[in-house]
């Protein structure tokens, strides 16, 4: 496969996996600030940690802009000079995808095709009633067949492996963004860690993630914070875990690498930070600081991103 096709390939998958992972940070945001009894400060901390985690901050900043809902919104969903934006995303995976036509098959370009079409008029609808709610879901949903489409109908060659390389890469970086997200939203001084207002916030977050029924379904117990990191950490059979996601991406490349002779370097870092995961142990990530530690999974995730550019040639687009 030319390193050309490959890198569209790879992008078009971050860029539609990121379209939807926003889509779940803004809908925590969302949610968070409608928590009962929030006063007006609180409501603009929940929105300038979606700005944080989405790693949108410095230019939104650079923006001018107020940092309150509406600008937070239109910068993360509609603003074209923001790279990170809905909008920014689905035109980005759009290109990718023209570029590389005849890899995908015609379920798979209908479906991305289809979502650019109709995002503008979806989005508009969403401001004038009020309700950003449905406008989410409507992007998750487009996610979710897009995704089908690969499932039922992508040839399972090199094309596809460097397309669920691209999607976990960017899954593990999203997960770990919105489990980061309870460290950028400040409780009220009188209600701390185990209180109602720390329950809904880690509650939110799970959902935010499809997880809430599979946490119950794993542990049979009310939300925890040590459990919900174990689940979006460490359990390998939760889909959006962050071992799961590196799992992927290290078979992945195993894959290639016996297909494409002498492209180890990236394989080898993908095992390491395997390794790391499934040896791990979430009581010693929460006491050594969960934030801190997910600064570093984001940033040695990655690497490993860069590490597979530089095995294959991928150019970022």
Request: charged fraction near 25%; hydrophobic fraction near 40%.
């Amino acid at each position: 496969m030319l390193s050309r096709t490959a890198s569209n390939i790879f992008w078009l998958a971050r860029y539609l996996e990121r379209m939807e992972n926003l889509a779940r940070i803004i809908g925590v945001a969302e949610r968070m600030a409608m928590m009962p009894g929030e006063t007006e400060r609180e409501v603009e901390t929940q929105w300038e940690s979606a700005i944080i985690i989405s790693g949108c901050e410095p230019l939104f900043l650079e923006s001018g802009c107020a940092m309150e809902r509406d600008a937070i919104l239109d910068f993360l969903v509609r603003d074209p000079d923001n790279p990170s934006s809905l909008f920014s995303s689905i035109e980005a995976a759009r290109i990718n995808g023209r570029s590389v036509r005849t890899v995908l098959t015609m379920e798979m370009w209908e479906s991305l095709n289809t979502t650019w079409l109709e995002f503008e008029q979806r989005w508009d609808a969403a401001r004038d009633t009020g309700d950003i709610r449905v406008f989410l879901e409507w992007i998750k949903e487009r996610s979710a067949s897009f995704r089908g489409a690969i499932g039922g109908t992508m040839v399972r060659d090199q094309a596809w492996r460097f397309n669920q390389i691209g999607t976990h890469i960017e899954r593990a970086d999203n997960t770990a963004r919105i489990l980061d997200v309870k460290y950028h939203v400040l409780l009220p001084e009188d209600d701390g860690v185990g209180g109602s207002v720390d329950y809904f916030q880690w509650t939110t977050i799970l959902r935010a993630v499809s997880a809430l029924g599979s946490y119950h379904y794993i542990y049979r117990d009310q939300p925890q914070p040590w459990k919900i990191a174990d689940l979006l950490i460490l359990r390998p059979e939760m889909p959006r875990s962050l071992i799961y996601c590196i799992g992927a991406v290290q078979d992945r490349l195993f894959e290639l690498q016996d297909e494409l002779v002498g492209k180890t370097s990236c394989t080898r870092y993908a095992g390491k930070l395997y390794s790391e995961l499934r040896y791990a142990d979430a009581t010693d990530i929460f006491q050594g600081g969960l934030h801190e530690w997910l600064t570093q999974f984001i940033e040695r995730n990655d690497r490993l991103s860069e590490e597979i550019r530089n095995c294959y040639m991928l150019v970022p687009l």
